[in-house]
């Protein structure tokens, strides 16, 4: 199982004890705070370079980006490289759980709005 949130600690912890298999997927909406650690001037090619990571074909792809955006931007700006790589396992994660439309889930929105549709979600 394939769970999808942003940053939110009590629920990476509450999701540990009652499906403690479940694997973690960090949002990609992380990319304001990767634009907070940079001056206005680098945000078009930081973007470009998220992008790059994110819709990758496939995880060798993505990890590829997020070296290129490490070698571009961590010598000068390594507050905004460690955004991008200290957690870069549980961003590419979606990789592995690739839905059968073709589609990828990289964030939490769609999720997000299911949960506002259909109601609280509960355990099996």
């Known amino acids: 199982m394939l769970a999808v949130g942003d940053g939110a600690l009590g629920f990476w912890k509450a ?5 403690p298999n479940t694997r973690e997927q960090r949002c990609w909406h992380k990319q304001a705070n990767v634009l907070t650690a940079l001056p206005k001037s680098a945000h078009p090619g930081a973007l470009a370079a998220t992008r790059d990571i994110y819709h990758a074909e496939d995880i060798d792809k993505a990890q590829v980006a997020i070296r290129a955006f490490e070698l571009d931007y961590g010598a000068k700006y390594p507050k905004a490289a460690a955004k991008i790589t200290d957690d870069a396992d549980v961003r590419l994660e979606f990789y592995k759980y690739q839905r059968s439309r073709g589609t990828k889930r990289r964030n939490c929105h769609g999720l997000q709005a299911d949960r506002r549709r ?4 509960s355990p099996p």
Do not use: N, S
């Not at 999701?15 to 499906?19: D, G, Q, Y």
């Not at 259909?118 to 979600?121: A, M």
């Open 118 to 121: 259909t109601g609280p979600i």
């Open 15 to 19: 999701l540990r004890e009652v499906f």
